[in-house]
C-alpha cells in the first residue's frame, strides 16, 4: 500500500444490506463492506463519517454492538445528507471511513451495575453499548435502561426494547413519552420527571446519558442531585464535523476535538468544558 | 473635523439624556489611519467619539443587527450613508420611529492603501450629494466641494467599456481571481440585507447556488449576482470596494449596472421613494434588452 | 555567507526555475502579494518583483494549506460508487521571501496537520515546499512578531534558506541542508562576501531580533499573549467580547488572512453522477460553522465566535499543544479588518478587565 492510500480523509467503499423504517422520520440501516462483513473495527459509543457524493459527509454514532457482524446506523431525516442517505435503497454503495473518537469504557464498568437513559434518537450510540453489554451478560452487574420519547410512535429499535432486553437476566426496561396515547400502559411524562419516580441509589452504579443537550443537561443535574458523582456519568456531546480527524476545527471546545477527544466525556470533564462554547 | 467631533459629542450627550438607548458613530482606531464603529451607551464614552479623514464606514448597515432591534438609536450619516438608510427604510429594514439620525456634512474623507499611501478616497471622488440635506440636524460645514461631475464618476466605466470584450473579460479575470470569498463585501453592504444570502451561505449544509470550489467560474458568479442584486437599490457608498482585502473594484461592477439602468430605463440611479420600483422589479413591455437576441435594440 | 548581487536575482530564479515553482512577493496595482515567477515574465501583466515590502497581503500558508483544494474524485454508476484521490503533480514550490513571522506559522501549521491522524495532503506539500526567507532588519507599525518571542531576523535553522536585502545585493546563508545544496548547485550565481559586511549584517540582525521586548514602548506590545490564558475565566466571562461583537461584520478576512487559521470544510462539487470532493478554508465567524443539520448552533452569537477565535489562538491551542500560542504577531489583522478588531485590541480590552 502506499502511503497516499492510508490519507485519513479517504472513505472506503460499502453496501446497504438492509434498510428499516423505525419511525416517520428515523431509519436503520445495515452497512457491511464489499465482502460481506463490518467495514471495520470499533469500540462502542465510536462514530463513523458517511458520504454520499455528492451530498458530502456527515458523522454518525454506530448503533450496533461491535461484535455483530455488521454494522448499522439509525438515522433521522434532518439535512441535506441525511435526507439522501433516506432515499438509498438495499444493495446501494456508499462511501464510509472511521472509527471516529473515544469510546465509552465498557472494560472500566465490569462489575457495576449500568443506568442507560436515552431521549429519542439518543439512544442510538447508546444502543452499541447496551447489546455488547447484555452479550457479555456475565461481566456486569444490574442493567436499567430508561428510554423516552415525544410519543409511543418514535420509539427507535422498538422490538428490541420491548422484547429482546426486557428477557435478560437483570435488566429492568423503562419507558415513559411526552405524551401518552389512549393505549400506552407506561409512564408519561419527561425523562427527569421519570428518573424522579424510578429513584436509582448511585451505589456502584454508572449513569451513560444521552439525548437532546437540553434532556441531557437536566439529566445530569438530576442525577447529581440524587448523588451520582460527575465521575461516573457518562455521556457523548453532539456537534458539526467535518474532517473527523481533530483538525478542521469545527468541533473545538476548549481545548479538546470533540471527534477525537469526545463524543463521550464524564460529566465531571463536561463540567470545564460545556461553559466554553 | 474638530467642529464635526464636538457637534457629535454634543448631540449624542442630549440624545442619551433624552431617552436614546444607543449611539452609533465612530471614533479612532490605533493608527492614524484608522476610524472605528462606536456604539455608546454611557455618557462617560461619549468622549471617545472622534470624527476623522478616515471615518468611512458607513454605518446605515449596523441598523439591520438583531441586537439592535426595538433599540432607540442615534446614528450619524455622511452623505452616502443617508442615501443607504433611506434605502433600507424603502425596503421596510428599518423602522424609521425608533431612529434618530444625525447628518453630516461630508468634507470628502481619505483612504490608506496598503503600501501606507494615502489620497483622497475613491468612493468620495465619485460622490454627487455629501451632505444629507433633507435632513433637520447637519453637522460640519454645508458648502462641500463636489470632486467630480455626474458624467466624470463613470470614468472608469467608460474606460472598462471601450475595451474589447475579450479584453474585458480579462480584466475581470485577472481581478476576481484573486477573491478569497471572505464575504466582506457582502457583510459590509448596508444594503446586502437578506439573513441568509441564497447565493453564497458558504456551508456544505445549505443548497447553495455556488460553493467555495476555487474555481473562477464560482467566483465570478458570486460577484455577478450580488451586482445584480443590488441593481438599483446600490448607492455607491463604496463599502464593498473599501473592505476588499485583495482590492477586487466591486464598484465598477455596481457602477457599471447604475450606468446602464440610467441610460436604458431612464430610472434615477436610486428610488427616492417605494412607490418607484426598483429596475430588475419592474417590467415594461418596451424595455430595451441589450444584449439579448430578438430582444429590442439598445435604447 | 554568499552574496547574489540583485541585478543577477532573475537569471538565479530562472535557473532554479528548472527545478522548483517559485512563488515570490510580487507589486500588483496598489498591492504586493505572491506570485508565480513565471507570472512577472509576461510584460503584459504589469508585475515587479517586490523584496522590499515587509509583508504580503495573504499569508503564503496557501501553498500549504490552499483555500480551495480538490483531492477525491467521485463516480456514481447507478448504485455503485468509486473514490480516486487525486495526486499531486508537478515541480516543488519554493516560496522566496517569505518573512520570519509566515515562516514560524508553517510550524503552528505543522502541529496541527502533521500531528497523528497525518494529514496527507498537507504532508505531501509541506514535504516538497522549500522556504525563503528574509530577514527583516526593520518593522513595520503593524508588526509585532517578537511579542509571541519571534526573532524578525529569522535563527540559523528553520527555513532552507535565509538572506539579508542589502544594498545592491542578497546575502544569503542556509538553513538546511537542502538550502546548502541550493547554493553549491547554483554557486555560478554566488560571490563571496567580505568579512566586514557578514559580520556588520550579523551583528544588526543580533541587535533587531533583541532589541524590542514585551516591555517596549510599542504600544502592540503592552499586553502580554499569555494575559488571556493566565486569566481566563475572568476574560471568557468579561463583556468585551459583546462590545467587539457590535462592531464585527462576520467576515472571513481576519481568518483567511492570518497564517495560523486553518479550519476548514469539505464538499462535494458535481456535475450529475461524478464529481470532486474539495476542502476549502472555512471561518469560525460565520454563523453556519457550527449550525448543525437540524439548526442547533452552540455559537449562535456573534460574540461567542469572535471569543471562540482569539481563545482558540491564545487558550485553547496553548493548552493542546504544550503552551504554543498560535500567533505569529504578523499584524494581518490589524491592517486589515475593516471595523479594526485584531489581536493586540484584545489583549488590550483583556488587560483592562484585569486591571479593574
Redesign the interface.
Known amino acids: 500500500m502506499t502511503?497516499?492510500?492510508?490519507?485519513?480523509?479517504?472513505?472506503g467503499?460499502a453496501i446497504i444490506t438492509a434498510i428499516r423504517q423505525d419511525t416517520e422520520d428515523i431509519k436503520t440501516y445495515q452497512v457491511r463492506d464489499v465482502n460481506g462483513g463490518k467495514p471495520f473495527d470499533f469500540e462502542p459509543g465510536q462514530c463513523a463519517m458517511l458520504?454520499l457524493?455528492?451530498?458530502?459527509?456527515?458523522i454518525f454514532s454506530i448503533t450496533s454492538s461491535p461484535l455483530a457482524e455488521m454494522m448499522e446506523f439509525s438515522i433521522?431525516n434532518?439535512?441535506?445528507?441525511?435526507s439522501e442517505i433516506h432515499n438509498l435503497?438495499v444493495?446501494?454503495?456508499?462511501?464510509i471511513r472511521g472509527p471516529y473518537g473515544t469510546p465509552f469504557p465498557v472494560a472500566d464498568f465490569q462489575k457495576d451495575d449500568l443506568l442507560f437513559i436515552g431521549g429519542g434518537i439518543g439512544l442510538a450510540p447508546l444502543r452499541s453499548v447496551i447489546n455488547y453489554v447484555l452479550k457479555k451478560r456475565d461481566n456486569y452487574g444490574k442493567v436499567d435502561i430508561v428510554c423516552g420519547c415525544r410519543t409511543c410512535n418514535d420509539f427507535v429499535h422498538y422490538e428490541e426494547i420491548t422484547e429482546e432486553w426486557p428477557q435478560k437476566p437483570e435488566t429492568d426496561v423503562h419507558l415513559t413519552v411526552d405524551k401518552a396515547t389512549d393505549d400506552w400502559t407506561g409512564f408519561e411524562g419527561y425523562i427527569p420527571d421519570y428518573l424522579e419516580e424510578l429513584n436509582f441509589s448511585p451505589a456502584e452504579k454508572k449513569a451513560i446519558v444521552c439525548g437532546p443537550?437540553i434532556m441531557i443537561k437536566f439529566v445530569v443535574q438530576q442525577l447529581k442531585e440524587s448523588g451520582f458523582d460527575p465521575a461516573d456519568i457518562y455521556t457523548t456531546l453532539?456537534?458539526?464535523m467535518?474532517?473527523g480527524?481533530?483538525?478542521?476545527?469545527?468541533c473545538?471546545?476548549?481545548?479538546?476535538y470533540v471527534c477525537k477527544d469526545g463524543p463521550v466525556f464524564t460529566a465531571k470533564e463536561l463540567a470545564g468544558l460545556i461553559?466554553?462554547? | 473635523m474638530e467642529i464635526i467631533t464636538n457637534a457629535m459629542r454634543q448631540l449624542a450627550r442630549e440624545g442619551l439624556e433624552n431617552g436614546l438607548d444607543i449611539i452609533i458613530g465612530w471614533k479612532d482606531g490605533r493608527f492614524e489611519w484608522q476610524s472605528k464603529p462606536a456604539f455608546i451607551t454611557e455618557i462617560n464614552d461619549i468622549e471617545s467619539l472622534n470624527f476623522n479623514n478616515y471615518s468611512l464606514k458607513n454605518l446605515s448597515g449596523y441598523l439591520l443587527k438583531k441586537e439592535l432591534k426595538d433599540k432607540k438609536i442615534g446614528i450619524f450619516l455622511k452623505g452616502c450613508d443617508y442615501k443607504a438608510y433611506k434605502q433600507l427604510v424603502n425596503y421596510n429594514q428599518v423602522d424609521p420611529e425608533n431612529i434618530q439620525i444625525w447628518g453630516i456634512a461630508c468634507p470628502g474623507l481619505k483612504e490608506r492603501d496598503f503600501h501606507g499611501n494615502t489620497s483622497n478616497a475613491e468612493r468620495c471622488q465619485r460622490c454627487q450629494e455629501p451632505v444629507p440635506e433633507e435632513l433637520e440636524t447637519i453637522i460640519g460645514k454645508k458648502e462641500v466641494a463636489i470632486q467630480n461631475s455626474p458624467e466624470d464618476k463613470y470614468q472608469d466605466v467608460k474606460k472598462l467599456e471601450s475595451l474589447a470584450t475579450d479584453e474585458r473579460f480579462d480584466y475581470w479575470k485577472d481581478q476576481i481571481s484573486d477573491c478569497i470569498r471572505c464575504y466582506a463585501c457582502r457583510n459590509t453592504c448596508p444594503l446586502c440585507e437578506c439573513t441568509t444570502c441564497m447565493i453564497a451561505g458558504g456551508d456544505s449544509n445549505s443548497d447553495d447556488w455556488i460553493d467555495s470550489a476555487k474555481e473562477f467560474s464560482q467566483d465570478f458568479f458570486f460577484h455577478s449576482i450580488r451586482a445584480f442584486h443590488q441593481a438599483g437599490r446600490c448607492v455607491d457608498c463604496g463599502e464593498c470596494e473599501e473592505v476588499c482585502p485583495v482590492d477586487i473594484p466591486i464598484s465598477k461592477i455596481n457602477n457599471k449596472i447604475r450606468h446602464d439602468i440610467e441610460n436604458l430605463y431612464e430610472m434615477p440611479e436610486v428610488a427616492d421613494d417605494d412607490s418607484v420600483m426598483g429596475p430588475l422589479l419592474d417590467f415594461r413591455e418596451d424595455d430595451p434588452e441589450p444584449g439579448s437576441k430578438g430582444g429590442k435594440e439598445n435604447a | 555567507m554568499l552574496k547574489l548581487d540583485k541585478n543577477k536575482l532573475q537569471d538565479f530564479l530562472k535557473a532554479i526555475e528548472e527545478e522548483y515553482q517559485i512563488q515570490l512577493p510580487v507589486k500588483k496595482a496598489d498591492q504586493t502579494d505572491f506570485c508565480n515567477f513565471e507570472d512577472t515574465l509576461k510584460p503584459n501583466k504589469g508585475l515587479e518583483i517586490d523584496l522590499n515590502t515587509r509583508l504580503s497581503v495573504k499569508s503564503p500558508k496557501s501553498y500549504l494549506f490552499p483555500r480551495s483544494e480538490s483531492y477525491l474524485e467521485f463516480k456514481k454508476d447507478n448504485e455503485r460508487l468509486d473514490f480516486k484521490l487525486k495526486e499531486l503533480t508537478g515541480k516543488a514550490n519554493l516560496i522566496f521571501g517569505i518573512r520570519n513571522c509566515d515562516q514560524e506559522s508553517f510550524k503552528i501549521l505543522d502541529k496541527v496537520f502533521l500531528q497523528e491522524p497525518v494529514d496527507q495532503l498537507y504532508k505531501r506539500r509541506r514535504n516538497s515546499t522549500i522556504t525563503v526567507v528574509a530577514r527583516c532588519l526593520e518593522q513595520s507599525e503593524t508588526c509585532f512578531c517578537q511579542l509571541f518571542e519571534i526573532e524578525p531576523a529569522g535563527s540559523e535553522t528553520g527555513a532552507d534558506l535565509y538572506y539579508y536585502n542589502y544594498n545592491d545585493g542578497l546575502y544569503f546563508t542556509a538553513g538546511s541542508d537542502q538550502g546548502e545544496l541550493i547554493l553549491s548547485d547554483y554557486s555560478q550565481y554566488f560571490k563571496s562576501v567580505e568579512p566586514e559586511i557578514e559580520k556588520k549584517l550579523n551583528q544588526e540582525a543580533n541587535q533587531f531580533n533583541g532589541k524590542i521586548t514585551a516591555d517596549s514602548d510599542n504600544p502592540l506590545m503592552q499586553n502580554k499573549p499569555e494575559l488571556l490564558y493566565d486569566n481566563k475565566e475572568a476574560i471568557f466571562n468579561s463583556d468585551i467580547w459583546q462590545e467587539l461583537a457590535n462592531r464585527c461584520l462576520e467576515c472571513g478576512i481576519c481568518t483567511y488572512l492570518c497564517p495560523t487559521c486553518h479550519c476548514y470544510d469539505i464538499q462535494d462539487y458535481s456535475a450529475d453522477q461524478s464529481g470532486e470532493r474539495y476542502r476549502c478554508w472555512d471561518s469560525c465567524l460565520f454563523s453556519n460553522f457550527t449550525e448543525m443539520a437540524h439548526g442547533d448552533n452552540p455559537r449562535e452569537e456573534t460574540y461567542q465566535r469572535l471569543r471562540q477565535r482569539f481563545f482558540h489562538k491564545l487558550v485553547y491551542f496553548p493548552e493542546e499543544q504544550e503552551e504554543s500560542l498560535a500567533c505569529v504577531g504578523c499584524g494581518r489583522c490589524l491592517g486589515s479588518c475593516p471595523v479594526n478588531i485584531d489581536i493586540t485590541e484584545v489583549l488590550a480590552l483583556a488587560g483592562g478587565v484585569i486591571n479593574d
Do not use: H, M, W, Y
Not at chain 1, 91 to 95: A, V
Open positions: 502511503e497516499i492510500a492510508k490519507d485519513p480523509l479517504l472513505p467503499k458520504s457524493p455528492p451530498a458530502g459527509e456527515a433521522k434532518v439535512g441535506r445528507v441525511t435503497k444493495g446501494d454503495q456508499i462511501g443537550p453532539e456537534l458539526k467535518k474532517c480527524i481533530g483538525k478542521c476545527g469545527r473545538n471546545i476548549g481545548s479538546k461553559e466554553t462554547f
